[in-house]
C-alpha cells in the first residue's frame, strides 16, 4: 500500500512564502500523477496543482503563477512551493497520488496551512 506523508504546513503571513514536500513510500514515477489538493471549512476538496508522469503540469485557476509543483526523483519527493500567498489559500492540504488502470487515488494524511497576519 502506497504511503504518502507531508512535511512543511505551518502559519504564514499575506504575501509570505511556504513549501510542502511530500515524501512517497515508492518510486514516484510509479505514478499516473501526483499532485496537491487542499480543503478549507466548509468546502469541497480543490486541485492546487498536477504533474503527471510525462512532466505535463496543471495548476487550479486561483493558484496560477504563484504556486510551482516539482518533484525529485531520487528523493521521492513531490513539492510544492507557495509564493504572494493569501488568506483564502488557508486549508488543509493533501498530497495525492493517482496509480493503475483506474486512476486509483491515494492520500496523505493532510498538513494544515493557515495564511493570517
Known amino acids: 500500500q502506497v504511503q504518502l506523508v507531508e512535511f512543511g504546513g505551518g502559519l504564514v503571513q499575506p504575501g509570505g512564502s511556504l513549501r510542502l514536500s511530500c515524501e512517497a513510500s515508492?518510486?514516484?514515477?510509479?505514478?499516473?500523477?501526483m499532485g496537491w489538493y487542499r480543503q478549507a471549512p466548509g468546502q469541497q476538496r480543490e486541485l492546487v496543482a498536477s504533474?503527471?508522469?510525462?512532466?505535463?503540469?496543471n495548476y487550479g485557476d486561483s493558484v496560477e503563477g504563484r504556486f510551482t509543483i516539482s518533484r525529485d526523483g531520487a528523493k521521492n519527493t513531490v513539492n510544492l512551493q507557495m509564493d504572494t500567498m493569501k488568506p483564502e489559500d488557508t486549508a488543509i492540504y493533501y498530497c495525492?497520488?493517482?496509480?493503475?488502470?483506474?486512476?486509483?487515488?491515494?492520500w496523505g494524511q493532510g498538513t494544515q496551512v493557515t495564511v493570517s497576519s
Open positions: 515508492t518510486n514516484i514515477f510509479n505514478f499516473n500523477a
Open positions: 504533474i503527471l508522469r510525462s512532466g505535463d503540469i
Open positions: 495525492n497520488a493517482k496509480s493503475g488502470w483506474f486512476n486509483t487515488d491515494s
